[in-house]
Nanobody, 125 residues
Framework: QVQLVESGGGLVQAGGSLRLSCAAS????????MGWSRQAPGKEREFVGT???????FYANSVKGRFTISRDNAKNTVYLQMNSLKPEDTALYYC???????????????????WGQGTQVTVSS
């Protein structure tokens, strides 16, 4: 059974940084692409970014250049480094897993098979 446990959320001022972590279990981590999605109050879930098996990262335009995803295969953990945070980044952030066969539609939240419980990020102005 795949389990994803996110941590690292919190309250930060605009312009600040946070690093989210997601510890995964119940899967052969190196066979899965990982990512992050988010949901702001009153809005639909949206794709944030993904790191593929190649190690390449792909990001939503709204976070490109500010957010970076990385993974530590030895620790079965994926990270989301968020810099230059804006109030509009306020959301519940979910760790997501793209299971084999990997989705070719990884910019869509529908391309992910497993979701964590989420960690709240609040950016004050």
């Amino acid at each position: 059974q795949v389990q994803l446990v996110e941590s690292g959320g919190g309250l930060v001022q605009a312009g600040g940084s946070l690093r989210l972590s997601c510890a995964a279990s119940g899967l052969t981590f190196t066979n899965y692409a990982m990512g992050w999605s988010r949901q702001a109050p009153g809005k639909e879930r949206e794709f944030v970014g993904t790191i593929r098996l190649s190690g390449n990262g792909f990001y939503a335009n709204s976070v490109k250049g500010r957010f970076t995803i990385s993974r530590d295969n030895a620790k079965n953990t994926v990270y989301l480094q968020m810099n230059s945070l804006k109030p509009e980044d306020t959301a519940l952030y979910y760790c997501v897993v793209d299971a084999p066969p990997l989705s070719g539609n990884y910019y869509s939240t529908g391309g992910y098979d497993y979701w964590g419980q989420g960690t709240q990020v609040t950016v004050s102005s």
